[in-house]
């Protein structure tokens, strides 16, 4: 249990009782608005709920229109016609029509206020219809006369209709319309469009006659009477004590009846005895009454502004404010008891109820019931003598009484155990005195039975009392070593754990498990625990929870307050009476019924009220394209909650941007600076039960780019740059080509006239190599071999200034030419080498074509440097040429003395000439390949041949050679 105020302690009386005796001990919970709650008058005539879920009333100050949260007014100011509306009336495309006092017609569409041009030109029009052919037919309280106002609605459309009777009111009929007549000293009757005419025996009466439709149900009042007819038959006549001033017909076909004494309003049952009626509102002059979507009532009153009954299961007791501040409840199904800090106490019985002080049970103990312990004690400490049990008179400063339930632990016959918030005790059962007490560590907030112990639960966390000793039971969970406000085992011996700022626990074995609002709880801030047959019930201050526990530990939250519309509102105490709970919240004692209702049974509807950019509402417009500019857009939207509008919240999503919900509690969302795209704004109202919108409030709109971002934009300056690109890019590439080409027969000429320079220089190096050897034979006087080698010599240097003019010769002149210089230099040398010069059957020696001159210097080379010093045998020289892949192969091949010995006699011989043939030859070579683009490589390979004992064996030169072939 939870312990209260520390400087008092509260008491539990028992009360025999049935559930009925609150028949006269209870009212309609309800809630009053006006003005100060925005409501334009308290004077309201008319209330309606339209089909979009708000209410409206009408007033002597303009229309309002309410959402839950806000009241909307209308008045002359925003175009109404007249301030003093008489009645409100919805036609089938949604709009509010209103008629005033002085027969000038107005109708709310959009938020916007239009008033016909024709006027009734009478007072007090008592009814309104328009109908789906959008005329407006008008019933009057005088003259006995009917307006029929056409479209366009001035002046010219208005259609009179008289009659003799006195009071004419219209409303719609399944099949057709009714007219409820009524007159001095004349029976009412109700006539049918077509013609049928049926009459009502009921009071005649000044005021007039009413009519009300609910399917194919209609009831007629007219004074005290009431007549409830379908199809034209009267199945209920009935006779009031009183005037009746109005009647409405709910969904359920009950009737409710607003009478003239403000003496309540009467919720009749056809067939039911009037005797039986429930009553509701008393001491008020209701004027109407609506029901919501949601099943709630609405009351209209001429002086006291609205009162709404959210639902009429939940009812508040009427206590006539005896208590005050923080009231704490006791009971179970027979018993019942309310307290305050102020020590007062409320005992309900079957007559209602009396008022009790504390200290009037020490006075008179007989106060006491069966069944219930009192437990005394001073201010400083429980006080005893000895084991006789001889006390100190008790004063009433701290006083408290236990019920047997609350004391939990029956340790014998004649002794129990319970504890105090700084102490726990045994108490004798027989005289109620204390036989022992025992100090507690820590202040005690609840305790209950587990055993033969006390589970406590404390300020700092979890404790048992067990054989006088105190001890935590929270070691190892620091989830609960905090502020523990109840604590309670249900009937499968799970222990629960209420607390103040964590939510609920709940201890199965050692095993923890915490339910929170991440799982569904109204609030972790949770005061009090309570078993039901359905599961644990926990009070908090947003309301009441049902917890379920399966075999699993698995938990589902149901939020009961929910139910009645007290979600959101703090539940301070509660019991059990049977199905019925009896809860302490900001308006009182409540009593409500969970047993006939079911969760989840209305879904909220949302809808958008407004769409602005940049201070323009463009909420008409549905098909919104905006410019890049206009990027700052926000929309205003409602969901028409009344039951739980304190816990109301939103979800939204812009689509185009966001795929994720948002949620929000205020019904505005603004989005700056958005970029260009195609958006669709998505919003959804949200109430605790997980109940969401079934359809979404939606809005589809346009942010066009800027022009530079268009598509024919952005692809004509793409168009454009890539023109100028590849203008830029041809006119390079032209002259870059143009360059290439000029460079081209440039180097061309260059390295023509560097070939013809480079014969130049190897002509010269021929005739000095040929002259030397001229020069020799002369010396030596052998006029024979120096006149074969100055003949040799003439074709020489006729072959050779012959092809010094050809870029490409026959292989067959460029061995021709080889040959001669060969015998030249054998002659020279006497012959101290042979040679041989084959011809591979793939060179067509008369057709195929290699640059002249390019193979002398190889065969000099290997003569000067290779077979002239060979000593030890002849020399011997052999060229094979043969063709690969149309690139020229010519292999020179010696026996000479190798190219490192070359080297060595020549760096001893050096005269400082230096031959340039080869070099100038592989130059030569190089040029050709780079003019013929091939791809030559390498142009050269030197190998030196070696005996099997490493000895010099002479040398291999392969040289590869550019090719044509001349097909002439």
Known sequence: MVFRKSTYLGLVLLVSSAMSAFAQLEEALHRQYSTLDGLSSNEVYDVMCDRMGFMWFATNKGVCRYDGHTFLNYSSEDGLGDNSVLGLFEDYQGRIWCRTISGIVSYIQDERVFTLEARTRISYPNSIYVGEDDVVRIGCQEGGVTYQISPPYTEHNVIIERDTVHDLRVVRYPDGYYFSRSGYYKTNVIEHTEGKVSELKMQVSSSGSKVRCQGDMVVFTTGNSLVITRHGIIEGEYDLPEEIINAFIDEDRAIWICCANSAAVYRLIPGQDLDAAETY????????????????????????????????????????????????????????????????????????????????????????????????????????????????????????????????????????????PLLCFEVDLSNHNLLHTYRSPTRINSFCASGDSLILGCVDGLYAFHSGKFSRIDEGLPQIQTRIDDVKMDHDGILWMATAGKGLFFLNGRQLYAVTKENGLSSNVCSRLRNSPEGMLVANDKGLDLIKRNDLNEVSVSHLSSLVGLQGRAIQDFVMWGKTIISTTEFGLLKFDFSTRKAGTWIPK???????????????????????????????????????????????????????????????????????????????????????SEAAATYSFRIDAPYWKRWWFVLGAVLLIASLVLLTVYLRIRNIKLQSQERERTQ???????????????????????????????????????????????????????????????????????????????????????????????????TDQIPPLVIQPFVENAILHGLVPLKRSPGYLKILMSKRDDIMVCVIEDNGIGRDRAMEIKSRKSHGRKSMGIDLTLERINRYVEMEKLKIFPIVVMKDKFTEDGQPAGTVVTLQLPIQTNKT
């Open 748 to 846: 061309l000429r260059i390295a023509a006239v560097e070939m013809k320079a480079f014969r130049a220089q190897m002509n010269p190096h021929f005739i000095f190599n040929c002259i030397n050897s001229i020069q020799h034979f002369i010396l030596e006087n052998d006029q024979m071999k120096a006149h074969k080698q100055l003949t040799k010599f003439s074709r020489l240097v006729r072959n050779v200034l012959e092809n010094s003019d050809m870029e490409w010769i026959t292989v067959e002149r460029e061995l021709e030419t080889l040959k001669l210089y060969i015998e030249l230099e054998a002659m020279r040398f006497n012959s101290s080498f042979q040679y041989d010069i084959e011809v591979d059957a793939s060179v067509n020696v008369h």
């Open 606 to 692: 949302i809808y958008l009220t407004g769409v602005n950019v940049r201070d323009r509402d463009v909420f008409s417009d549905t098909s919104l394209v905006l410019k890049h500019h206009e990027n700052d857009i926000s929309f205003q939207f409602i969901a028409p909650v009344f039951r739980n509008s304190s816990v109301l919240m939103y979800r939204y999503r812009l689509l185009g941007i966001d795929e994720n919900w948002h949620y929000t509690a205020y019904p505005l969302v603004q989005y700056p600076s958005l970029p260009p795209g195609q958006y669709i704004f998505e919003v959804q109202a949200v109430l605790p039960e997980g109940l969401i």
């Open 281 to 420: 509102i008393h001491g008020h002059a209701v004027s109407d009454v609506q029901r919501d979507l949601e099943g709630g009532y609405w009351f209209s009153t001429v002086n006291e502004g609205v009162f709404y009954v959210p639902d009429l299961s939940i009812y508040r007791l009427k206590t006539e404010d005896t208590l005050s501040g923080s009231i704490y409840i006791y009971g179970d199904d027979r018993n019942l008891v309310a307290t305050d800090y102020e020590q007062n106490v409320l005992l309900f019985g079957e007559n209602g109820y009396r008022k009790i002080l504390c200290t009037d049970v020490i006075s008179n103990p007989g106060l006491s019931p069966q069944g219930v312990f009192p437990v005394l004690k001073r201010k400083a400490f429980i006080q005893f003598t000895d084991s006789t049990e001889q006390k100190v008179a008790p004063s009433g400063d701290f006083l408290r009484f236990f019920e047997k339930a609350d004391l939990l632990i029956q340790k014998s016959t004649n002794s129990a155990l319970g504890a105090l």
